[in-house]
């Protein structure tokens, strides 16, 4: 017996041992891995360990060894039926294994692959030509780092975790650093236009779009919830007014969250927000809630800081209470209630977990006719943001009540008067019900409602019509004729209450809603055509007011309404001199028009173009008019909330006014773009003769544009097509033309000849080639931003001297031939172009 105990002690001991022994090995770490290497999610990778919570590691990579360290592989959790290809932190032994420590799982700080996890069997691959990329088993390329064509050397997983491809002379072509999915580790930057996205639970790793983010802009660090548009939660507005150079972004280091304006550390950063210093390694992370948390291993991941805490109490978080929800100290959730009349509009999403959120008892309609508020006092919002001020409380209830997308009124009175700041939010997230003796402000919320309507007259009637038809026939007359008379008169109201919106509209800077009457008149029957885009004809019209419009038919758009409402108002709410202003919209039937202003001297091709122009433009207009729509293109990409890619920038979309000023049309047309999907995108759009060539290989950014606006660029200083026939044949391509006379310096020979103007000052014009040179470099990480370009054309910096003249690749040039050919036919160009 006693004998049998003690083989069993040494034979349970064995077991550990040889539990740690086989993942101990190899005796190093193995952080870096050549090209032509591919790995499968399958044993065969030596360092799978199973963990008890569920969790499960295959390491590729592994850097360092005794204690916690990074790691690169395949990561499961639960029924492992799906992998993601992540970096990690694990705990590590003397030998460089993975082990599982008493307490403590992996930590998932980046993956590759998390809106797409793959299956057992799944294969990463460092090609030959130096890509990495993520295969499923069905064969479909579910990631790829698209770096083909970049001189890949190899992969190195570094000490701070940063997945990197070098090339051959150690310097960063790919890294994951740049690519944040909801994770910072320390030393990692988080850059203007990058953002950290939560994923949807702790059990679910798909990011939750649309909800939580945190993001730094030109003003500073925010996190935001909601996305139509987005509101601020969290704000640290540091970097003011200054619209100046240098790159903004916030490092996380040792002992703080820092905020920096200048790229070249070390540096006095611009703001700080403390964290505990670090005794081991730490990660932050933006949890599904909406908390920015600071997790440190200490024996265990424990949670050192919650980064908001120090400016958010607990009723500020957006979903402390859920969507709809009232939050009063101590975190007690209730759902709002009228009390006047006293009737139940919310009902709790799950009773037992009032925190869950209210849902509406009846949705909410576009029909104005059957909505009430509920009035509810000192009630304030998280939001940093309001969207007018000066108004008197009846305006701000009256422009939700007329804004089919407004869900609420929320007003708080300016101290010692009759105004105050109104904000409608399309989203309603948690309210805070606030003590009026501890929070002297004055505030309200007035939340829309849907009553139910009362049956319709006419099915009553018709219930009974069938028994005692013959004999009534004078009363169902009499009916229809009572029915009539209410259709009449609600249609009566509805204009009323429409015509009252677009006031209302007009003064909180929205787009109006116009009905389709009102368009048929204005535009007289819809008679004098503008011209025809690729996705519906424009025509000229007139309002009441006397104002002219132009008024575009999005003809078998097939989008359902409310998507088209909201993207409606996110255009209209964007304003720029050099955007051309929606003034409004219609959805009548199936049709949808937009209305925009109206630009006498029409778009720009009219003006370019030797043999064509109605006028030769000085050299002075021109280079106003490509400051212009410098300016625009600027807006769209760095200063909106959303990142805007035009997608389709051509003269045809350029419209200039009476005075020549110019304005860039048809933005936001394109889909609406978040900033930190910068490179998603894959059908082809845009206008064959403006595309860039990184639209073979879909890595689509902001840089298109300015592709784009290099062609038109040049075309005004040519004054030439970029693709004219008429030319001698070796001049048929403005590109082969500019790549020409670039290595001759020719540039001269390139100026519009039939403009004494513009030869009169050809120097200048020939400086102005070289910034088009620029925006056409082949490779678009090479072509300037839209602000760089706006500060070349004002004087305060210089065109770069380091530029290839080789504006084509040799394998595209088959293809850009192609492209141009089919230029030649107009189906072509509005097939691509359009609808969008
Ligand atoms: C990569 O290649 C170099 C040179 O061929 C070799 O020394 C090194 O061991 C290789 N590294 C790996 C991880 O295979
Ligand atoms: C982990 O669990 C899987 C499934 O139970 C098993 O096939 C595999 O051998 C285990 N791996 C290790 C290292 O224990
Ligand atoms: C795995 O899932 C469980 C819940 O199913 C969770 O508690 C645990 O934290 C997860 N582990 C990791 C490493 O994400
Ligand atoms: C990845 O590697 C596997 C195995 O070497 C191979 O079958 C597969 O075709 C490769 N995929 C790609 C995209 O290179
Ligand atoms: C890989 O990363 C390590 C640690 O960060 C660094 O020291 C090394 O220079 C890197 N190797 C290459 C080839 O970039
Ligand atoms: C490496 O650096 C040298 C000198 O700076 C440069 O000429 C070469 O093009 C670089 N190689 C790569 C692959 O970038
Ligand atoms: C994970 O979250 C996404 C986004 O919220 C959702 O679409 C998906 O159904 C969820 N997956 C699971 C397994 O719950
Ligand atoms: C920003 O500009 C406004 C008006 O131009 C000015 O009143 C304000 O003081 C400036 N703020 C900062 C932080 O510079
Ligand atoms: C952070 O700073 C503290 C104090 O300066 C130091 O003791 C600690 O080692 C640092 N931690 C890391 C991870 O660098
Ligand atoms: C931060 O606030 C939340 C409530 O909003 C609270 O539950 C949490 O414990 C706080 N975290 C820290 C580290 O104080
Ligand atoms: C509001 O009124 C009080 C008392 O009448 C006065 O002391 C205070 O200065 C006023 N505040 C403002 C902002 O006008
Ligand atoms: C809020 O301000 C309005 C207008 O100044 C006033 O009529 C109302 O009594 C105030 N309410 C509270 C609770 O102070």
New binding site residues.
């Given amino acids: 017996m006693r004998e049998l105990c003690i083989i069993c002690y040494c034979f349970s001991l064995f077991l550990i041992l040889n539990c740690y022994s086989t993942t101990a090995q190899p005796p190093f770490d193995y952080p870096t891995a050549n090209l032509s290497t591919s790995w499968a999610n399958t044993e065969s990778l030596r360092h799978s360990v199973n ?1 008890t ?3 499960r590691v295959r390491a590729i990579l592994l850097r360092g060894s005794f204690g916690p360290k990074f790691a690169c592989g395949f ?1 499961c ?2 029924t492992c039926t799906s992998y993601l290809f992540a970096v ?1 932190i694990v705990q590590t032994n003397s030998g460089g294994g993975i082990v599982q420590p008493a307490s403590g ?4 700080v980046w993956s590759a692959n998390r809106d797409h996890p793959v299956s057992y069997g799944a294969t990463l691959n460092l090609t030959e030509t130096g890509e990495l990329a993520l295969q499923d088993v069905d064969g479909s390329i579910v990631w790829t780092t698209n770096t083909a064509r970049k001189s890949v050397a190899g992969l190195n997983l570094t000490d701070d975790g940063n997945l990197v491809l070098f090339d051959a002379n150690s310097s960063v072509v790919w890294q994951s650093f740049d690519y944040p999915t909801d994770c910072l580790v320390q030393g990692q930057r988080l850059y203007l236009e990058q953002s950290l996205i939560p994923s949807a639970s ?2 679910n790793w798909t990011a939750q779009t649309g909800l939580f983010s945190l993001q730094v802009t030109d003003k500073g660090l925010f996190a935001y919830v909601g996305s139509n548009p987005p509101q601020a939660y969290y704000s640290r507005p540091v970097f003011g007014n200054d619209t100046n150079t240098g790159r903004r972004y916030v490092r996380f280091l040792n002992g703080s969250l820092s905020l920096f304006i200048l790229s070249v550390e070390p540096s006095e950063p611009d703001d700080v927000i403390p964290i505990p210093r670090a005794s081991s390694t730490q990660y932050m992370k933006l949890m599904p809630d909406g908390h920015l948390k600071v997790f440190e291993w200490k024996e265990s991941w424990l949670v050192v800081a919650d980064l908001f805490n120090n400016s958010l109490g607990e009723c500020n978080y957006p979903m402390a209470c859920g969507r709809n929800g009232i939050c009063s100290g101590n975190q007690q959730c209730s759902c709002p209630i009228s009390s006047s009349p006293r009737r139940d509009y919310f009902r709790a999403v799950n009773d037992l977990q009032p925190d869950m959120g209210c849902n509406e008892i009846t949705l909410l309609t576009c029909n104005t006719q059957d909505q009430t508020f509920i009035a509810l006092d000192n009630i304030m919002y998280f939001n940093t943001i309001t969207d007018t001020e000066r108004v008197d409380i009846e305006t701000c209830k009256k422009a939700c009540a007329n804004n089919c997308l407004c869900k609420a009124a929320l007003f708080e009175y300016g101290s010692n008067s009759s105004t105050g700041v109104c904000y409608l939010p399309s989203e309603l997230f948690t309210m805070m019900n606030v003590d009026p003796n501890v929070v002297h402000r004055n505030s309200s919320a007035f939340i829309k409602v849907q009553n139910v309507r009362s049956p319709p007259l006419a099915s009553k009637s018709q219930a009974n019509l069938g028994v005692i038809l013959p004999s009534t026939i004078g009363s169902v007359l009499f009916l229809l004729g009572v029915i009539g008379l209410l259709t009449y008169i609600i249609h009566k109201r509805r204009r009323h209450a429409q015509s009252k919106e677009e006031s209302i509209g007009e003064v909180l800077g929205m787009p109006n809603r116009f009905s389709y009457d009102e368009l048929k008149t204005a535009t007289n029957n819809f008679y004098k055509k503008l011209g025809e885009g690729g996705f519906g004809a424009v025509f000229e019209g007139t309002l009441e007011d006397g104002s002219k419009i132009a008024v575009k038919c999005l003809e078998g758009l097939g989008q359902v309404n409310k998507s088209f409402l909201a993207e409606v108002q996110s255009i209209g709410g964007i304003h720029h001199v050099n955007l051309v202003r929606l003034r409004g919209y219609c959805a009548w039937k199936s049709q949808r028009f937009l209305v925009y202003e109206f630009m006498s001297n029409g778009s720009l091709d009219r003006w370019i173009y030797h043999g064509d122009r109605e006028q030769v433009l000085e050299w002075e207009c021109r280079k106003k008019i490509i400051l212009d729509v410098a300016k625009g293109l600027a807006y769209l990409h760095e200063d909106c909330r959303q990142k805007i890619i035009h997608l389709d920038i051509k003269p045809q979309n350029i419209l200039l006014d009476g005075d020549f000023n110019a304005k860039v049309s048809d933005f936001g047309l394109s889909k609406l773009i978040d900033r930190n999907q910068s490179e998603v995108m894959t059908t082809m759009r845009g206008t064959p003769g403006y595309l860039a060539p990184e639209w073979l290989n879909s890595v689509i950014t902001e840089k298109v544009d300015v592709y784009s606006f290099g062609i038109v660029l040049l075309e005004m200083l040519c004054g030439r097509k970029n693709f004219d026939k008429s030319q001698p044949e070796e001049s048929w391509h403005l590109l082969g033309l500019l790549q020409k006379c670039c290595e001759q310096e020719m540039l001269l020979d390139m100026v519009d000849k039939y403009s004494e103007d513009m030869q009169t000052h050809s120097s200048e014009v020939v400086e102005m080639i070289k910034v088009a040179s620029w925006c056409l470099q082949y490779d678009y990480t090479k072509r300037p931003s839209m602000s760089t370009v706006v500060k070349v054309l004002e004087g305060v910096m210089k065109v770069e001297s380091r530029l290839d003249y080789n504006f084509t690749d040799p394998r595209m040039q088959n293809t850009a031939l192609v492209e141009h050919e089919k230029d030649m036919t107009p189906l072509m160009a509005s097939v691509l172009s359009g609808p969008r």
């Avoid at 799982?105 to 998932?108: C, E, G, I, R, S």
């Fill in positions: 963990f919570d569920g969790s990561f959790n639960g990690f799982f992996p930590q998932v702790s059990t």
